[in-house]
């Protein structure tokens, strides 16, 4: 194992990596096209991603993810709606902060938890304390230290941090393209874009080495080129003002008029009906097919075929071929890569399934974090 690799399973052994989904919900949705007839299994990430799909109303929604940490973190946001207050939702995940958290959480939240969710929340809960350097629960995690480093180097620059804000905020710029050049200009010859070369800081943000290896080897420059890339294609392509993931590490919270579907209040109580859909289970995806007796109609699998592809051939052989033994005729598997083709499926993926990718690249034009080479959407033949 290199050495990068060992940091990036200490990181991902040891801490709670993502504190939001980084993946569209909104482009997801339109690709996987949920009903009432629709049964997911899905990797768990942040959680927030399951509850936006239960405004779909599927049947049921299995979460699978190998670091308990992010479960915990899904079954906290589904105890604060089965709490029945949006109020104490909008604090705990819209504004990542409350007052006396440990209270809160002893009283009213973790007697709905899982024994795994109370042990880690009894030491964690603090991080909704708002006290600290780190003043949000999303300056919390992995992805929430990248966050943070970013919103220190942002005020120490006031000049590019007030650009930064009326490209978010301001409905009435005339002059976006050009406002967002001079941000691109400044942040790309800026020591903190330049530290995402350095697999030490893409692993914080779950990014392996065989992941970074690929973004790198997909540009002339690298890295920093392929982010420049990423950037460009989403600010031009979709409206900065209506983007919650950016503007959400850039201020450290939401606000109520761009947030998550499963933050805003009008959905609150459908969802307070929906969420005992949502069942959460550590562990990884070819175990969970292994023992269940469920036929599945759609996958969310995210990025994690491509650390398959670069770790475990065997592994990823035997993910494809469960998925097809576990699902139903026609179902749809859902997933991102940072590759820029689809070499590195296995046999057993194309002996079964076909890419719809028209669609896929079409939908993924209006993908809000717009990071990854191909958003593939996968149709099984029968």
């Known amino acids: ?15 709670l990596i993502y504190n939001c989904c980084w993946e569209d919900p909104a482009c997801d949705r339109k690709l996987l096209q949920l009903d009432e007839s629709s049964e997911l299994l899905m990797i768990t990430s942040a959680g ?6 239960l405004l779909d109303n599927p049947k049921n929604i299995s979460c699978l993810d190998l670091n308990f940490r992010q479960n915990a973190l899904l079954d906290l946001k589904i105890a604060l709606f089965k709490n029945g207050d949006y109020s104490l939702l909008w604090d705990f995940f819209g504004r990542g902060k409350l007052d006396r958290p440990k209270e809160v959480y002893k009283e009213k939240l973790r007697p709905q938890l899982i ?3 109370q042990k880690y929340w009894d030491t964690h809960i603090n991080y909704f304390s708002g006290k600290g350097l780190r003043r949000s629960f999303y300056f919390r995690g992995g992805s929430g230290l ?14 590019l941090k007030n650009d930064i804000n009326r490209l978010f905020t301001s409905r009435r710029e005339q002059n976006k393209a050009d406002l967002y050049q001079k941000i691109e200009t400044a942040l790309f010859n800026s020591y903190l874009i330049k530290s995402f070369n350095n697999s030490a800081v893409l692993s914080l943000a779950g990014v392996p080495a065989g992941q970074h290896q690929l973004l790198s080897q997909n540009e002339a420059t690298g890295t920093i080129s392929y982010l420049q890339k990423c950037f460009r294609n989403t600010f031009f392509n ?3 003002v209506e983007n919650y993931f950016y503007k959400l590490y850039f201020y450290g919270e939401y606000d109520k008029e761009c947030c ?8 609150f109580d459908l969802l307070v009906e929906r969420v005992d859909k949502i069942t959460i289970e550590t562990a990884g995806i070819s175990d969970h097919l292994e023992k269940t007796n469920r ?20 592994e990823l052989k035997r993910e494809w071929s469960l998925i097809n033994k576990k ?6 598997v859902l997933f991102r890569s940072a590759a820029t083709d689809y070499n590195f499926l296995p046999e057993e993926f194309f002996s079964n399934f076909s890419l719809n990718e028209q669609e896929a690249k079409l939908v993924s034009q209006k993908d809000r974090v717009g990071m990854y080479q191909l958003t593939a959407l996968a149709e099984k033949n029968c």
């Open 1 to 15: 194992m290199s050495f990068k690799d060992y940091l990036f399973n200490k990181v991902h052994g040891n801490k």
């Open 48 to 53: 927030c991603n399951a509850l936006d799909y």
């Open 115 to 117: 024994p795994t969710s």
């Open 146 to 159: 990248l966050a943070w480093f970013a919103s220190l180097y942002f005020s120490g620059r006031p000049t």
């Open 238 to 240: 979709t409206d900065p």
């Open 260 to 267: 998550p579907n499963y933050l805003k209040e009008e959905n």
């Open 295 to 314: 036929a599945y109609t759609h996958f969310v699998l995210l990025d994690h075929m491509d650390w398959l592809a670069e770790n475990d051939l065997d």
């Open 327 to 332: 699902s139903t005729a026609r179902s749809k």
